[in-house]
């Protein structure tokens, strides 16, 4: 069974801050994807890392990826408020009918 | 313009009813599905549709039923089987269809929340 890990779960930063949220994951697999979700609202895709090695950046965001290690981070450059969000990493496996298995959440927030 | 709506955006159900969420989407995406989110939790599949008449369920499938006679109507009905229907529920579609190897981005309406009285 495919699990999905993040960490940390919570996170609290201030404006202008660097940080990394990161995303494990059980089973081998070279796609990876990124969502944000505003509270009450609906999620968006961010990036979608399809090998290894892959990175994505849009403004303040930067995902990379690590097939070997299992493992994604999500890289948060001099933070922003706009950035506070919760933010989830998803992992599916092709040619298994594509079931996306989503992490738990890091739910991010930006302070003044 | 495309893109998914979900119906209705809050629900009350008493507990013993079956309650009906809707979800259409002009996307022209093959595959559909259904989300479950709890308060701190990260989402949980439903079921899934990759092709008209044809769906397979996900993690948490009981007490939950779906259909998919149209290509764009992916409704999703929760039974009185269902222990603690309470939560917020999304859909998805992606272009994803049978036998295709490429990314699977979802698409995600904006959700409907169920509250049990």
């Known amino acids: 069974e495919l699990k999905v890990e993040q960490n940390p779960l919570f996170l609290s930063m201030q404006e202008g801050k660097n940080y990394t949220i990161y995303c494990n994951y059980s089973t081998t697999s070279d796609r990876l994807y990124w969502y944000r979700q505003d509270p009450g609202k609906s999620l968006e895709s961010l990036f979608v890392l399809l090998s290894n090695g892959a990175v994505k950046q849009e403004g303040r965001l930067m995902a990379s990826l690590d097939t070997k290690a299992r493992l994604s981070t999500l890289h948060i450059t001099a933070a922003v408020h706009d950035l506070s969000a919760t933010y989830f990493c998803?992992?599916?496996?092709?040619?298994?009918?594509?079931?996306?298995?989503f992490g738990t959440g890091t739910r991010l927030q930006v302070t003044l | 313009d495309g893109g998914i709506t979900q119906s209705p955006k809050y629900l009350f159900r008493k507990e013993g009813q079956n309650v009906t969420l809707s979800c259409e989407q002009n996307?022209?995406?093959?595959?559909m599905y259904w989300y479950r989110q709890d308060p701190g939790q990260g989402l949980r599949l439903i079921y899934y549709?990759?092709?008209?008449?044809?769906?397979q369920k996900g993690d948490i499938a009981e007490g939950y039923s779906v259909s998919r006679e149209k290509k764009e109507s992916f409704p999703l009905t929760v039974t009185s089987a269902q222990k603690n229907p309470t939560a917020f529920y999304l859909c998805?579609?992606?272009?994803?269809?049978?036998?295709?190897?490429?990314?699977?981005?979802?698409?995600f309406g904006a959700g409907s929340r169920l509250t049990v009285l």
């Open positions: 998805a579609s992606s272009i994803q269809r049978q036998f295709y190897s490429g990314a699977n981005v979802l698409t």
């Open positions: 998803a992992v599916d496996i092709a040619g298994t009918a594509s079931k996306l298995t």
């Open positions: 996307l022209n995406h093959d595959a």
């Open positions: 549709s990759q092709i008209v008449n044809d769906f």
